[in-house]
């Protein structure tokens, strides 16, 4: 059984401040890796994927994965407000996409 | 540009009631196609996937089917609803590339089931 996990949260940052999110895995055999955002109520939205070990950047977001240690993470820097939202990780093996139950993020003013 | 068509955008059907949803993606071929159903306060729960027409792969045992009739086409149903099938269905694709390809959601069918 594919399993990713995640702390459900709420994770609380002031305005301005880095998030860091987390997310284990438990196939190795998994491919690629991704962060999906997800306001309430609507569907969720691919904000970064990752396939290397090491970081990438785009933005104020910074992946970071850790094939060995089956860990990826998220880093916003400068959070806004308009941050506040679940953030769900995902691992694609073969041919599905496996979720977590998501972070709830949220940033005060 | 490849965009995703999923409807209705909400629905109330009774227990025991039949159901469809409905999914196309326009401005690709072949995709990989994705149910995904999320209940209140849980995770994504992939349902079906799809990766050509007629072939269709089942993740749950439930009483939901899935079918695949065109190459950007699909389709959820079930034939007698229950009160557990209630959530929020999501329908995505994904480029034909086994591995390193991202997903894409429609956005989303709630249904509610009373």
């Known amino acids: ?109 | 540009s490849q965009t995703i068509h999923q409807w209705p955008a909400t629905l109330v059907q009774p227990v025991g009631s039949p159901l469809s949803l409905e999914c196309t993606v326009e401005g690709t071929s072949n995709p990989n196609l994705y149910w995904y159903r999320q209940a209140a306060g849980r995770g994504l729960q992939l349902l079906f996937y799809s990766v050509g027409i007629g072939q269709i792969s089942s993740e749950v045992p439930q009483n939901l089917s899935a079918s695949r009739p065109q190459d950007r086409q699909f389709i959820l149903s079930s034939k007698k609803l229950l009160l557990s099938d209630s959530g929020f269905y999501l329908c995505a694709w994904s480029r034909p590339d086994r591995g390193r390809t991202e997903a894409f959601f429609g956005q989303g069918t709630r249904l509610t089931v009373v």
């Open chain 1, 1 to 109: 059984q594919k399993e990713v996990e995640q702390n459900s949260g709420p994770l609380s940052v002031p305005e301005g401040a880095i998030a860091s999110l987390n997310c284990t895995y438990s196939d190795r055999g998994s491919q690629s890796f991704f962060w999906y955002r997800q306001y309430s109520g609507k569907s969720p939205e691919l904000i970064m994927f990752i396939y290397s070990n090491g970081d990438k950047e785009d933005g104020r977001f910074t992946a970071q994965l850790n094939k060995a240690s089956q860990y990826v993470s998220l880093l916003i820097r400068d959070s806004q407000p308009s941050d506040s939202a679940t953030y769900l990780c995902a691992v694609k093996g073969y041919s599905t996409l496996t979720f977590g139950k998501g972070t709830m993020l949220l940033v005060s003013p």
